[in-house]
Nanobody, 125 residues
Protein backbone atom coordinates (compact mmCIF):
# COMPACT_ATOMS: atom_id res chain seq x y z
CA UNK A 1 0.00 0.00 0.00
CA UNK A 2 0.97 3.61 -0.61
CA UNK A 3 -0.35 6.55 1.34
CA UNK A 4 -0.52 10.02 -0.18
CA UNK A 5 -1.10 13.21 1.76
CA UNK A 6 -1.59 16.54 -0.01
CA UNK A 7 -1.01 19.92 1.54
CA UNK A 8 -0.77 23.54 0.48
CA UNK A 9 -4.24 24.40 -0.77
CA UNK A 10 -6.13 27.55 0.10
CA UNK A 11 -7.45 30.80 -1.31
CA UNK A 12 -5.52 33.14 -3.59
CA UNK A 13 -6.45 35.96 -5.93
CA UNK A 14 -6.39 35.51 -9.68
CA UNK A 15 -2.90 36.00 -11.07
CA UNK A 16 -1.31 34.71 -7.90
CA UNK A 17 0.68 31.59 -7.16
CA UNK A 18 0.32 28.56 -4.95
CA UNK A 19 2.35 25.45 -4.29
CA UNK A 20 0.95 22.03 -3.46
CA UNK A 21 2.84 19.14 -1.92
CA UNK A 22 2.14 15.43 -1.89
CA UNK A 23 4.00 13.28 0.62
CA UNK A 24 4.13 9.58 -0.20
CA UNK A 25 4.75 6.77 2.25
CA UNK A 26 4.52 3.00 2.31
CA UNK A 27 5.57 0.75 -0.61
CA UNK A 28 6.74 3.62 -2.77
CA UNK A 29 9.35 1.48 -4.52
CA UNK A 30 6.43 0.11 -6.57
CA UNK A 31 5.52 3.53 -7.90
CA UNK A 32 6.32 4.43 -11.52
CA UNK A 33 4.25 7.58 -12.11
CA UNK A 34 3.03 10.36 -9.84
CA UNK A 35 0.30 12.68 -10.98
CA UNK A 36 -1.95 15.58 -10.05
CA UNK A 37 -5.62 15.72 -10.95
CA UNK A 38 -8.35 18.19 -10.10
CA UNK A 39 -12.10 18.13 -9.80
CA UNK A 40 -14.33 21.18 -9.87
CA UNK A 41 -17.93 21.09 -8.61
CA UNK A 42 -20.19 19.32 -11.06
CA UNK A 43 -17.31 18.27 -13.30
CA UNK A 44 -15.33 15.10 -13.82
CA UNK A 45 -11.88 14.67 -12.40
CA UNK A 46 -9.34 15.91 -14.92
CA UNK A 47 -5.64 15.45 -15.46
CA UNK A 48 -3.29 18.29 -14.53
CA UNK A 49 0.28 17.00 -14.59
CA UNK A 50 2.38 13.89 -14.08
CA UNK A 51 5.94 12.67 -13.97
CA UNK A 52 7.93 9.49 -13.79
CA UNK A 53 9.19 8.90 -10.27
CA UNK A 54 12.61 7.98 -11.70
CA UNK A 55 12.86 11.20 -13.70
CA UNK A 56 12.28 12.31 -17.26
CA UNK A 57 10.11 14.86 -18.98
CA UNK A 58 6.89 15.71 -17.19
CA UNK A 59 3.43 15.68 -18.72
CA UNK A 60 0.96 18.57 -18.59
CA UNK A 61 -2.61 19.23 -19.55
CA UNK A 62 -2.87 21.92 -22.20
CA UNK A 63 -4.89 24.08 -19.82
CA UNK A 64 -1.98 24.42 -17.37
CA UNK A 65 1.04 24.17 -19.68
CA UNK A 66 3.34 27.12 -19.11
CA UNK A 67 1.70 28.01 -15.79
CA UNK A 68 2.10 24.90 -13.65
CA UNK A 69 5.25 22.93 -12.87
CA UNK A 70 5.38 19.44 -11.41
CA UNK A 71 8.52 18.26 -9.67
CA UNK A 72 9.63 15.52 -7.35
CA UNK A 73 12.07 15.04 -4.52
CA UNK A 74 12.88 11.34 -4.22
CA UNK A 75 14.79 11.90 -1.00
CA UNK A 76 11.70 13.35 0.64
CA UNK A 77 9.26 11.09 -1.22
CA UNK A 78 7.36 14.21 -2.13
CA UNK A 79 5.87 15.57 -5.34
CA UNK A 80 5.15 19.24 -5.81
CA UNK A 81 2.87 21.27 -8.02
CA UNK A 82 3.86 24.90 -8.44
CA UNK A 83 0.96 26.88 -9.83
CA UNK A 84 1.49 30.36 -11.26
CA UNK A 85 -0.76 32.85 -13.05
CA UNK A 86 -3.75 31.23 -11.43
CA UNK A 87 -7.21 31.72 -12.90
CA UNK A 88 -10.67 31.35 -11.37
CA UNK A 89 -11.19 28.29 -13.57
CA UNK A 90 -8.32 26.60 -11.72
CA UNK A 91 -10.59 26.39 -8.67
CA UNK A 92 -11.03 22.74 -7.73
CA UNK A 93 -10.08 20.03 -5.32
CA UNK A 94 -6.59 18.89 -6.29
CA UNK A 95 -5.68 15.25 -5.87
CA UNK A 96 -2.32 13.55 -5.87
CA UNK A 97 -2.15 10.07 -7.38
CA UNK A 98 0.39 7.28 -7.75
CA UNK A 99 0.57 4.56 -10.40
CA UNK A 100 2.51 1.30 -10.44
CA UNK A 101 2.12 0.93 -14.18
CA UNK A 102 4.76 2.12 -16.62
CA UNK A 103 2.16 2.78 -19.30
CA UNK A 104 2.29 6.37 -20.50
CA UNK A 105 -1.46 7.01 -20.46
CA UNK A 106 -0.81 9.35 -17.55
CA UNK A 107 -3.93 11.45 -18.14
CA UNK A 108 -6.25 8.52 -17.49
CA UNK A 109 -7.49 8.18 -13.92
CA UNK A 110 -7.69 4.39 -14.13
CA UNK A 111 -3.90 4.19 -14.52
CA UNK A 112 -3.51 5.24 -10.89
CA UNK A 113 -3.65 2.87 -7.99
CA UNK A 114 -3.49 5.25 -5.07
CA UNK A 115 -5.07 8.63 -4.36
CA UNK A 116 -4.74 11.29 -1.74
CA UNK A 117 -7.65 12.83 0.08
CA UNK A 118 -7.49 16.05 -1.93
CA UNK A 119 -6.85 19.67 -1.08
CA UNK A 120 -9.09 22.61 -1.96
CA UNK A 121 -7.70 25.34 -4.20
CA UNK A 122 -9.85 28.42 -4.62
CA UNK A 123 -8.98 31.29 -6.96
CA UNK A 124 -10.90 34.51 -6.49
CA UNK A 125 -11.58 36.82 -9.42
Amino acid sequence: QVQLVESGGGLVAAGGSMSLSCAASGRIFNIFHMGWFRQAPGKEREFVAALRWSGGSPYYADSVKGRFTISGDNGKNTVYLQMNSLKPEDTAIYYCAAARSSRTIVAVTTLYDYWGQGTQVTISS
